[in-house]
Nanobody, 126 residues
Framework: QVQLAESGGGLVQAGGSLRLSCTMS????????MGWFRQAPGKEREFVAA????????DYADSVRGRFTISRGNAKSTVYLQMNSLKPEDTAVYYC???????????????????WGQGTQVTVSS
């Protein structure tokens, strides 16, 4: 069993920045992907960004590309999401997720991820 814990959410004005963190309870896997998803009220959960731990490749949703950056910590059990130039439409609960399939590439479908954190609220005021 793996636990994921997010932190760093909060309230920020439009144009501001936040950095989310996600820490994994253990890391004994050779190949995995860690991703960020978000869900706004009344909407489906959507892919935001992900990083392939073995190669470091990343992928982003078009809506956040150029504004958000996903990165991994030195301990390799933590992933970050730096969010800049935030917009009101970025308001959502942000979830960290772990894909252990070992496919070697990033998938954007939420159902393909094996473990999820509890989520952290990000609110961007206009």
């Amino acid at each position: 069993q793996v636990q994921l814990a997010e932190s760093g959410g909060g309230l920020v004005q439009a144009g501001g920045s936040l950095r989310l963190s996600c820490t994994m309870s253990r890391r004994t896997f050779s190949s995995y992907v860690m991703g960020w998803f978000r869900q706004a009220p009344g909407k489906e959960r959507e892919f935001v960004a992900a990083i392939n731990w073995s190669g470091g490749s990343t992928d982003y949703a078009d809506s956040v590309r150029g504004r958000f950056t996903i990165s991994r910590g030195n301990a390799k059990s933590t992933v970050y999401l730096q969010m800049n130039s935030l917009k009101p439409e970025d308001t959502a609960v942000y979830y960290c997720a772990l894909d252990l399939s070992g496919l070697g590439y990033i998938v954007v479908q939420a159902y393909k991820y094996d473990y999820w954190g509890q989520g952290t609220q990000v609110t961007v005021s206009s």
